[in-house]
């Protein structure tokens, strides 16, 4: 029998498609990503033993016994004819009890930060749970894909998948773990799936020099970087500078005079770490494009256009407000940490106001309710992926909440910020 919640769904294109922002479209080069893939349904739909069959492999612990799988569990694999992605195993949304529950949130968080679903559905049932939870996903604009598992013990009804096909305007696939006849199908169904974005991002720098160009980086050496290494961020940079066909003159700040000083070379573009905005702005002559490594990672993975308008706030905020850090990684903290004691400090003296400050680290829960913050400073995100990053700052957006990023509000606060974006507007 049909459900009656299915009767009332109101007809809504699936969206599979991802947004990008328009300042990072017709890319030179990319940097290719592992996309995220969400196995969803009721407990004992077969989650487990879909993804087994979907890798080949043993990956999952397959049971008889309904909520095995509690946590959601991360496993990064190679699908033969997509690639490596990383798939996500999660518990049942339809669990019980207060554990339950709390399962079923954390389900909910890996919507998140996935590029596509697979909605595993069985016995015919479609209710409540399958309804709200494709609600989500056009929430985060996850595109899906419907599979009616277990088809060997009973086969899909054509009346369900006629309302389906009808209200989501997407077919609905039989499939059999025990005899995966058609596992080619749903692997090429799969493939056009995920939105090309979830593969590769656009390059870094491809739309702001040209073959030939020298760029110049300019990476302080502290306690935060790696010994014998270079952090991420500037480890991209190089590469993508490179892929453009173009030359690095990397050197730290102390060495910038000095360069002028001796070299005819003139840069097409600078990038500098934020951090050293304060001198590298009265070095580097203003005929020459001046950004910092994190606005450059802003435009790629973040909401550039809220990071622009968010940015000012800074200049308002008052004795008492709050205001959140957020770090996309966990790292050792030292007292030279950018986002735990650098970033507070430069805005409590910028301000002169009495500001407190929460920071969360990785993808975490929020400590407060969203609006109890005045501002939220994310950092450059070079770890996690735009969908991640883009969703973590979805919510306060929608409060009205203004947001920035570590390396457009350190130019605020050292009167370089009108530089350190101009590059990007004349794109």
């Avoid at 970087?225 to 940079?237: C, F, K």
């Avoid at 905005?277 to 973040?302: E, N, Q």
């Avoid at 004795?319 to 770090?327: F, K, N, Q, Y």
């Avoid at 910028?350 to 400073?377: C, M, Q, S, W």
Wanted: glycine residues 6%.
């Amino acid at each position: 029998m049909m459900s009656k919640e299915l009767r009332n769904m109101k007809e809504e294109p699936n969206n599979s498609k991802m947004t990008i922002n328009s300042a990072i479209r017709n890319p030179k080069s990319a940097i290719y990503s592992k996309p995220h893939i969400g196995i969803f349904g009721r407990r004992n739909s077969g989650k487990s033993s879909f993804i087994n069959v979907l890798t080949g492999q043993e990956l999952a612990i397959v049971s008889e016994i309904a909520g095995t799988t509690t946590d959601p569990v991360k496993k990064s694999i190679e699908i033969f004819g997509i690639g490596p992605v990383i798939m996500i195993d999660t518990a049942g949304i339809d669990d019980e009890g207060e554990l339950g529950k709390k399962r079923i949130r954390k389900t909910w968080d890996t919507l998140k930060i996935i590029d596509c679903a697979i909605l595993l559905i069985t016995n015919n049932q479609f209710g409540t749970y399958e309804i709200e939870l494709l609600q989500k996903f056009r929430e985060y604009d996850v595109p899906f894909l419907i599979i009616h598992n277990k088809s060997d013990l009973e086969a899909l009804h054509p009346y369900l998948a006629e309302k389906i096909n009808a209200q989501y305007q997407t077919e609905i696939m039989e499939f059999s773990t025990l005899k995966p006849d058609n596992l080619d199908i749903v692997l090429e169904k799969l493939q056009k799936l995920i939105p090309d974005s979830a593969f590769k991002m656009p390059s870094l720098i491809g739309d702001l020099v040209k073959e030939g160009d020298f760029v110049l980086l300019i990476t302080p050496v502290d306690q935060e970087a790696p010994e014998g290494r270079m952090i991420l961020p500037q480890q991209m940079v190089i590469r993508d500078v490179l892929d453009n066909h173009c030359i690095n003159i990397v050197l730290r700040e102390t060495e910038l005079e000095h360069f002028f000083q001796t070299s005819d070379l003139k840069p097409a573009l600078a990038i500098t770490d934020s951090q050293a905005f304060g001198k590298v702005r009265k070095l580097v002559p203003k005929d020459i494009p001046l950004t910092g490594f994190s606005l450059v990672f802003a435009r790629l993975k973040g909401d550039f256009d809220h990071y622009l308008k968010g940015t000012p706030a800074l200049s308002e905020l008052q004795d008492g407000d709050r205001v959140l850090i957020l770090e996309s990684c966990t790292h050792q903290v030292n007292c030279d940490d950018i986002g735990r004691f650098k970033i507070p400090g430069w805005i409590r003296q910028f301000t002169g106001k009495n500001i407190e400050f929460d920071v969360v680290a990785g993808l975490g829960n929020f400590p407060r309710e969203i609006h109890e913050y005045a501002l939220v400073v994310q950092c450059g995100g070079c770890m996690v992926t735009r969908k991640q990053l883009t969703n973590r700052l979805k919510a306060f957006i929608e409060a009205g909440i203004p947001v920035t990023n570590y390396g457009m509000a350190i130019a605020w606060m050292n009167g370089i910020f009108d530089r350190a974006i101009a590059v990007f507007n004349k794109k």
